[in-house]
């Protein structure tokens, strides 16, 4: 695992979760085209002002790299150089140490989350076993599950399906 050595080698890191009901207050409340964007922003600011870099590089979500920066830049406390491009973790060895990081986290959720609820796969919208959870779930106990988002666009697919 690389994670413990990427942390060892870390003057610090920080992480957040974000609950899946956190996730669809944004998307239902916020404005179009932004909704995503703006919450993982607003985190990114979150992480960048614990952190205070001087320079930091962001792997951008949106189809403008400038205009997330601009988001972010527009939540920190602290004045720094933002610098935002597409796929930034297969440039900045940096960024790919975060990736790294956050996967290793998210896989251990899930792991937690199968000991709850049993094995729903990767959780991933391609998973076929995940699919097939969420389907069986449904039909067995309607769409109260907590551990999705209601604005996840494949739940509402495979609600649709049935």
Same mark, same amino acid.
């Given at each position: ?6 942390? =060892?080698?870390?003057?610090? @890191? %920080?992480? !957040? ?6 996730? $669809? =207050?944004? %998307? ?14 607003? !985190? %990114?600011?979150? +992480?960048? &002002? ?7 590089? %962001? $792997?951008?979500? &949106?189809? =403008? ?11 920190? =406390? ?7 491009? @597409? ?13 790294? +990081?956050?996967?290793?986290?998210? $896989? ?5 989350? @199968?000991?709850?609820?049993? &094995? !729903? ?11 097939? !959870? ?6 067995? &106990? ?5 551990? +999705? ?14």
């Amino acid at each position: 695992m690389l994670t413990p050595k990427i942390i =060892s080698l870390a003057k610090e @890191h %920080v992480l !957040f979760e974000i609950e899946p009901q956190e996730i $669809d =207050s944004i %998307v239902l409340r916020g404005k179009p085209l932004k909704r995503l964007n703006q919450l993982e922003a607003k !985190f %990114v600011a979150k +992480i960048l &002002d614990r952190l205070k870099p001087d320079v930091a590089y %962001v $792997d951008a979500p &949106d189809r =403008s790299p400038e205009r997330f920066a601009c988001q972010i830049i527009q939540k920190l =406390s602290l004045p720094m150089k933002i610098i935002s491009e @597409h796929k930034a973790d297969q440039k900045y060895p940096i960024v790919s140490a975060a990736s790294i +990081i956050a996967k290793q986290k998210r $896989d251990e959720i899930i792991e937690g989350l @199968h000991e709850t609820y049993g &094995d !729903f796969g990767s959780g991933y919208p391609s998973d076929p076993k995940t699919r097939r !959870f969420l389907k069986k779930w449904i039909m067995t &106990d309607g769409c109260n599950l907590p551990i +999705i988002r209601r604005t996840w666009k494949t739940l509402s697919n495979i609600e649709s399906e049935l």
